[in-house]
């Protein structure tokens, strides 16, 4: 009796070893304006998808990347389109581009505290303030006080984007105060009277947006939907999720959910927009 009990208990064992085994693991890293969503997507398709592990990390855009070059990742997440460069290391690698995927829409949000009266700002005036050339809230129209601006570390693909479209590729002046993630710029600028900061739209959560005007004579815009689909906010941008090779199996299928009904609804319910 004592044989077959074991025997029993073994075989439980060897069952559950074998369903635990059985799962697969999908790595998913990379850019800190996507974790967020990226979590959402994972959770909601772990429920549904029993046989399914998805792991979500963030790090930055550039941080993403290097792991999927060096293929620690199956899933890069990106606020930055991939660099050529980028691009070499994994054609010689892999023999592949890699595969680039949409997977929503983004308007790059300027923050500052709630307190703050100035309501739009050109996108010279922002490049004035991040290169250093503006310093003191006066020229803006607000108080006679200086300017602290926050930024993000420079693996950040916001960061990339920020200087490549808003400072024309110019350096960022030494006093912007960098931070690690968005989320942090946001606590920052929310405790901060005289800050101000950028990130990812469905971060913006007890701080004060203000429009952005493309010039002096363009009208001031709010990083809604329509003016972020249409390209009528200067700042506007994709998300992207990267491949090395073209997916298959269980990636393929999270990806396709993903960019289906049930999961470009949660982009809208972070704070993004649809893809499509």
């Given at each position: 009796?004592?044989?077959i ?63 999927l ?94 200087m ?26 929310s ?12 971060y ?23 003016n ?31 960019l ?10 972070v ?6």
């Open positions: 009796m004592k044989t009990k074991t025997l029993l208990v073994l075989g439980l064992v060897i069952l559950a070893f074998g369903f635990q085994s059985s799962k697969t693991t999908i790595t998913v890293k990379g850019s800190d304006t996507l974790v967020i969503l990226a979590q959402r997507w994972a959770e909601i398709y772990m429920k549904q998808k029993s046989n399914v592990s998805i792991q979500v990390n963030g790090g930055g855009s550039g941080v993403g990347i290097s792991a070059i060096n293929g620690t990742t199956d899933i890069t997440t990106s606020s930055r389109p991939m660099k050529d460069s980028e691009k070499q290391k994994l054609k010689e690698k892999y023999n592949s581009n890699g595969v680039e995927i949409k997977v929503a829409r983004d308007g790059i949000t300027i923050f500052v505290h709630q307190s703050n009266p100035i309501k739009s700002i050109t996108m010279q005036q922002l490049k004035d303030i991040y290169t250093g050339k503006t310093t003191n809230w006066k020229a803006l129209g607000g108080k006679d006080q200086k300017i602290i601006a926050y930024g993000r570390e420079n693996s950040s693909g916001t960061y990339q984007f920020f490549e479209h808003v400072l024309t590729n110019e350096d960022f002046a030494p006093m912007v105060q960098t931070l690690p993630g968005t989320a942090a710029v946001v606590n920052t600028v405790k901060d009277k005289y800050g101000i900061g950028y990130g990812g739209s469905a913006g959560k007890g701080v004060k947006h203000i429009a952005v005007k493309a010039d002096d004579k363009s009208p001031a815009m709010e990083p809604t939907e329509k972020i689909k249409s390209g009528s906010y200067p700042i506007s941008r994709f998300l992207y999720m990267y491949t090395r090779v073209k997916p298959t199996g269980e990636i393929k299928s999270f990806i396709d959910w993903a289906g009904k049930e999961g470009q609804k949660l982009v809208a319910e704070g993004y927009f649809p893809v499509k």
